[in-house]
C-alpha cells in the first residue's frame, strides 16, 4: 500500500519518508523506533538534578511575564513545591501563557539544567494531572527523523498503517511451533514494538523480530547451501610462488594468525570442492592482505576474482592499496579494476569492458558488481569484506550467473565460534587472533562535558604535529525528540574553533559521490578533522588520524564503539580514543570502562552483553544498513540459538518446505530470498 493511502499523508510528507528509506507501508511498519521515551510518574523538584529528563509536579507560583527579546518571544514562569523551585521557559510559543495560571497544579516534562544554583526546564510540555495520568507509565516511540518530519506524524503514519493494512501482519510460523518456542504473535509483535505499554511487551516484542530476522537469515543460508552442496571444485588452483615472493616484499612481517589463516585460504582454493570461508579477525588484525593473497593466488591460475565492500569509500581503498601493492615482486599477473555505483557511465563501461574480456582480473567494487550488466569471463573467488552488513545476497545472486566461485567472507563482528557455525552454518571459520605486534596501544579516556576545553587543547596539539582526527556523532541533524550530539552543528562548532583547519561532514544520508569526495580528502590529508556518523566505522584505513573522539558514547553498543576506535591506532603514531559521555549514570560509566580497560573486541562484546542483560530499552539500531534492524549477534547469543536449532529442525523433517503447515513460511521465505536479490540488482 502507498503511503498516501493513508489518512493525513499528502505527497510532501510522503517524500520526507522517502527519505528515511521508506516507500510503503510495509516499510513504515518495519520503521522501527530507535528508543523509547518514558513517561515517568512525576517527581518532586527536590529531587531534579541538572542534565536529567523528568516530568515534575509542581503549583504555578508566579504570574506568567511575556517578553519580546529582538525576534523572540519569551514565557517564563516559576512552580514551587516544598522541596523547591523550578524556573520554566518557552521561547516563541506565546499561547502557552494562556494555560499557565498562578495557584493551579500541573505537571511539566523537559530536561532539566542548572545555572548559578537554580534549576531551569526549557520548553517543558505541559499535562494536567489527569491528562498525564493517561500516559504515565507508558513508553512512547522516539524515530529517526528527517527535518520537517515530526516524531508525532510518524507515529500517526505508524498507527494508520496498522489500521489501514491488516495484510502487513502475517503470522507465518506454525501455531504450534510459536507456542512450543515461546514466542509472540508476529501481529503483536510489530504493533508493541511501535507501542509497547510495558518493558515486558517491549521485550517480547523485540525478541520476536530479533527472532524472524536471524531465523529467516539461516534458512536462506541452508537454502542456498543445500542448492550447492557436493559440487566439486569448479575453479581448481595450483599454489604458486607469487604469494611466498610478495610476502617477502612487505614491509612488515605477517603474524601467526595470518600465517595460519593463509595456509587454510590457499589449501581451499586447490582443494577437491568449493571453498566457503569465514574470516573473523579483530579491527586491525590485517584481514585486507589474506584476500588480496587469495585475489593473487587466482590470477596466477588465470582466474578472476572479486572483493566487495560494504561502501564506496572502503572500496576504492581497498583498490589502491592494490593498485600499491603493484610496485612489488611477485604481483605482475595481478589486474586490479575498480567499479562502483557512483562511476560516470564511460568509466563505467570500460570497467564491465575489461571485466567481460578478462583483461582485467582483480575487481573491486561495492555491490554494483553483481548487477546485471556485469559479466565475468570466469570468476572463480568472490570475497565480501564485513560479511555482516551483505549476508546472504551475493551469494544467491552469483550463483545464478555462472559456476558457483569460492567464496570467502571477512567480519570483524566478534561473535563466539560456536554461536558462528550456527549462523553461517557450514561455512569453515578462521580466525585471525593476533594483533601486529607494532602498534603502540591505543590511549583512552572516558569522561564527560565538563573535559571539552582540554580535548580542544588536545586536539589544537595534535592537528599542530600534522596529524589528523575524527569527532563521531550519533545523530545527523537535530532531532527534536533526542537530546545528542549530531554532525552538523558539531562542524559548525569546530570550525569556529579552529578557524583554517578544514572540517568535513560525512553521513549515511550523503550521496556516494560526496561522501567519496569526502573521504578522499581525509585520505590525502586536506580535511583533518572529520565528523562523522557511524559511517566510518567499517574498516577505513587512515594511518594519520591519531584522535577518535566519540560524542554520546553512551548511546552505542561496545562493539560498535570498539570497532570506531579500530579507526585510530593504525600507523606508527601514539592514537588516542576520547569517549564522551553525555549521561552520567553509574551503567553508562561501567560500560564505557569496559572499552578503557580492554582492546580485545571478543571480551568486550561478552562483557557488554552481561552488563547490558536482557532488560535493555535502547537496543535498537539507528543505521539502516546493517544486516540486522534488531537482532544484535553479540547480545542475542540465546534466541539465535533458538534460531538456529529450529531452522536445523524445520530443514530436517522438511527441507523444501511442502508440508501444509510451511505454506506460509515457504511464501516467506521465498520473499525473503527475492528481496536480497532484488537489493543487489538496484
Ligand atoms: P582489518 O583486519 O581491520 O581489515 P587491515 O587489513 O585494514 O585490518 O589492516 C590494518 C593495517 O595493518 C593496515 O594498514 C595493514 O597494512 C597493516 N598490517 C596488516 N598486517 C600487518 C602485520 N602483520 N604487521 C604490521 N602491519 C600490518
Ligand atoms: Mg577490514
Not at 523551585?85 to 530536561?111: M, Y
Not at 542475542?636 to 534460531?643: H, Q, R, S, W, Y
Request: aromatic share 8%.
Amino acid at each position: 500500500m502507498k503511503l498516501t493511502e493513508l489518512k493525513g499523508i499528502g505527497p510532501k510528507t510522503e517524500e520526507l519518508f522517502a527519505k528515511l528509506g521508506v516507500f510503503s507501508t510495509k516499510d513504515l511498519i518495519r520503521y522501527y523506533p530507535i528508543s523509547y521515551d518514558a513517561y515517568d510518574s512525576p517527581r518532586a523538584i527536590g529531587s531534579l538534578y541538572a542534565g536529567m529528563r523528568a516530568a515534575v509536579e509542581g503549583i504555578i507560583a508566579k504570574n506568567v511575564v511575556v517578553r519580546n527579546v529582538k525576534r523572540l518571544t519569551i514565557v517564563t514562569t516559576e512552580i514551587s513545591d516544598p522541596g523547591g523551585r523550578l524556573v520554566l521557559t518557552w521561547f516563541n510559543a506565546p499561547f502557552v501563557a494562556s494555560l499557565l495560571k498562578k495557584g493551579s497544579r500541573l505537571i511539566f516534562r523537559g530536561s532539566v539544567r542548572e545555572k548559578n544554583g537554580r534549576l531551569y526546564m526549557d520548553h517543558p510540555e505541559i499535562f494536567t494531572p489527569e491528562k498525564y495520568g493517561a500516559v504515565e507509565n507508558t513508553l512512547v516511540p522516539v524515530y529517526g527523523l528527517t527535518k520537517g518530519l515530526s516524531g508525532k506524524t510518524v507515529t500517526k503514519a505508524v498507527c494508520a498503517a496498522l489500521e489501514a493494512d491488516s495484510s502487513l501482519l502475517n503470522e507465518y510460523l506454525p501455531e504450534t511451533s510459536m507456542h512450543l518456542l515461546g514466542l509472540a504473535d508476529e501481529a503483536e509483535a510489530i504493533r508493541n514494538i511501535h507501542f509497547p505499554k510495558t518493558a515486558e511487551d517491549f521485550q517480547k516484542a523485540r525478541e520476536r523480530l530479533a527472532f524472524d530476522e536471524l531465523f529467516l537469515f539461516i534458512m536462506a543460508v541452508r537454502t542456498l547451501k543445500a542448492r550447492d552442496e557436493e559440487q566439486p571444485n569448479y575453479w581448481p588452483m595450483k599454489k604458486c610462488w607469487e604469494t611466498e615472493e610478495l610476502t617477502d616484499a612487505l614491509p612488515f612481517e605477517l603474524t601467526g594468525a595470518q600465517k595460519r589463516v593463509w595456509r587454510e585460504i590457499e589449501g581451499d582454493l586447490s582443494g577437491h570442492k568449493p571453498m566457503s570461508r569465514l574470516i573473523q579477525g579483530d579491527v586491525g588484525s590485517g584481514k585486507t592482505i589474506l584476500a588480496f593473497f587469495a585475489m593473487l593466488m587466482c590470477a596466477v591460475n588465470g582466474y578472476q576474482s572479486a572483493l566487495m565492500a560494504p561502501t564506496e569509500v572502503l572500496a576504492k581503498q581497498h583498490y589502491e592499496k592494490l593498485c600499491a601493492l603493484k610496485e612489488k615482486p611477485g604481483t605482475e599477473k595481478l589486474a586490479p579494476v575498480l567499479l562502483t555505483g557512483s562511476m560516470k557511465a564511460k568509466e563505467k563501461r570500460e570497467a564491465l569492458q575489461k571485466i567481460s574480456s578478462g583483461e582485467a582480473n582483480t575487481v573491486i567494487g561495492t555491490h554494483a558488481l553483481f548487477q546485471e550488466a556485469v559479466v565475468y569471463k570466469n570468476l572463480a573467488l568472490v570475497i565480501t569484506d564485513e560479511q555482516h552488513r551483505f549476508g546472504v545476497r551475493q551469494r544467491q545472486a552469483m550463483t545464478e550467473k555462472c559456476d558457483p566461485p569460492h567464496t570467502m567472507v571477512m567480519s570483524a563482528t566478534p561473535i563466539p565460534r560456536t554461536l558462528g557455525v550456527i549462523f553461517y552454518g557450514d561455512l569453515d571459520i578462521s580466525l585471525v587472533d593476533e594483533l601486529p605486534k607494532t602498534r603502540l596501544p591505543i590511549k583512552n579516556a572516558v569522561v564527560d562535558n565538563t573535559f571539552r576545553q582540554k580535548a580542544m587543547r588536545f586536539f589544537a596539539g595534535q592537528l599542530k604535529e600534522g596529524r589528523q582526527i575524527y569527532v563521531i556523532c550519533p545523530m545527523i541533524e537535530e532531532n527534536e525528540s533526542i537530546e545528542a550530539a549530531n554532525v552538523t552543528d558539531t562542524a559548525a562548532a569546530l570550525r569556529k574553533e579552529f578557524p583554517g583547519v578544514e572540517v568535513g561532514k560525512l553521513h549515511g544520508r550523503m550521496k556516494a559521490e560526496e561522501k567519496d569526495r569526502i573521504m578522499e580528502k581525509f585520505l590525502n590529508g586536506t580535511i583533518r578533522i572529520l565528523v562523522s556518523t557511524t559511517v566510518v566505522e567499517v574498516g577505513v584505513d587512515v594511518p594519520n588520524a591519531t584522535v577518535m573522539m566519540i560524542e554520546n558514547a553512551e548511546r552505542f553498543g561496545l562493539a560498535q564503539l570498539h570497532q570506531l576506535r579500530g579507526r585510530v591506532g593504525r600507523g606508527s603514531f601514539q592514537s588516542y580514543c576520547i569517549f564522551m559521555a553525555g549521561e552520567q549514570s553509574e551503567q553508562a560509566k561501567k560500560r564505557l570502562e569496559i572499552l578503557r580497560t580492554s582492546d580485545n573486541g571478543f571480551e568486550i562484546a561478552e562483557k557488554d552483553f552481561a552488563l547490558r542483560g536482557p532488560g535493555d530499552l535502547l537496543g535498537i539500531r539507528q543505521s539502516g544498513d546493517a544486516m540486522f534492524r534488531i537482532a544484535d549477534l553479540t547480545r542475542d547469543a540465546e534466541i539465535l540459538k533458538t534460531a538456529g536449532a529450529y531452522a536445523a529442525s524445520v530443514m530436517h523433517d522438511d527441507p523444501a518446505l511442502i508440508f501444509s503447515e510451511h505454506e506460509l513460511l515457504r511464501a516467506e521465505m521465498e520473499r525473503y530470498i527475492e528481496s536480497y536479490e532484488k537489493t543487489i540488482t538496484i
